[in-house]
């Protein structure tokens, strides 16, 4: 154990003309230890889980880039480092991690969740749909054009992408199908960015599952 310190000092007292000792006595700390501890990242419960491929699908594998070729197109993704993609004798495939890391936690759930929506898109498909609320709105398709008429002072052309279908009923439901799922999600946000529904009347263009909030408007003057 260290030994104790004790300082002194001796101050003149103003008014008595004596000094007083003050002693302070002073134990220097502890030291404090650190330990390591190796922490393991847990296994994500979306990146686990197997992806069942149809017989109608084809996949192939080089190194870290992998092509899904099925009846409705193509796709084609390239993973990270950090996960790895492997296919069973059972002819399911798993995506796994590479090393342990916080990101590779991330990206484990994530790439497996792309990697399955490949296979389904290529296979069966996927749709957005949309719904326009508000008087005078309507949509209509032109060649591969889609004209939203919004309340705007000129209606509104969007350009649609080659691996898209955009389907128009009643003029006020449209329907964005394709086998690729994130553009089908990009196209549909940005259709649904020139107009997005408001609170008080629910005016403007939303998904077909969306909930609008809505708001209770100013109340007249109460007589």
């Known amino acids: 154990m260290a030994s104790s310190l004790v300082s002194s000092f001796q101050p003149r ?59 409705l197109g193509e796709l084609a ?7 790895e993609l492997t296919k069973e004798e059972s002819g399911l495939l798993r995506v796994k991690k590479t090393v342990e890391t916080r990101r590779a936690n991330q990206m484990h759930g994530l790439f497996r969740t792309l990697t399955d929506n490949m296979v389904v898109g290529v296979s069966k498909g996927f749709e957005k749909k949309l719904i326009l609320v508000g008087v005078g709105y309507r949509a209509t398709v032109e060649g591969k054009e ?3 008429n919004l309340g705007f002072s000129h209606p509104v052309k969007m350009q649609i992408p080659d691996s898209l279908k955009v389907k128009v009923e009643e ?53």
């Open 13 to 71: 007292s103003a008014f008595l003309g004596d000094r007083n000792v003050f002693k302070v006595s002073s134990t220097p700390f502890a030291q404090v230890g650190y330990s390591s501890k190796t922490i393991e990242c847990k296994e994500s419960r979306i990146g686990k889980q197997p992806i069942a491929v149809p017989s109608n699908v084809t996949i192939a594998l080089e190194g870290q880039d992998l092509k899904v070729k099925g009846p």
């Open 77 to 83: 993704l390239t993973y990270p480092r950090e996960v």
């Open 146 to 148: 889609l004209v939203l």
């Open 171 to 223: 003029n006020t439901r449209i329907t964005v199908s394709g086998y690729d799922k994130s553009e089908i999600g990009q196209f549909a946000a940005t259709v649904r960015k020139w107009r997005p529904p408001e609170p008080y009347k629910g005016k403007g263009v939303k998904y077909s599952d969306e909930i609008v909030r809505r708001k209770e408007g100013k109340a007249g003057k109460k007589k």
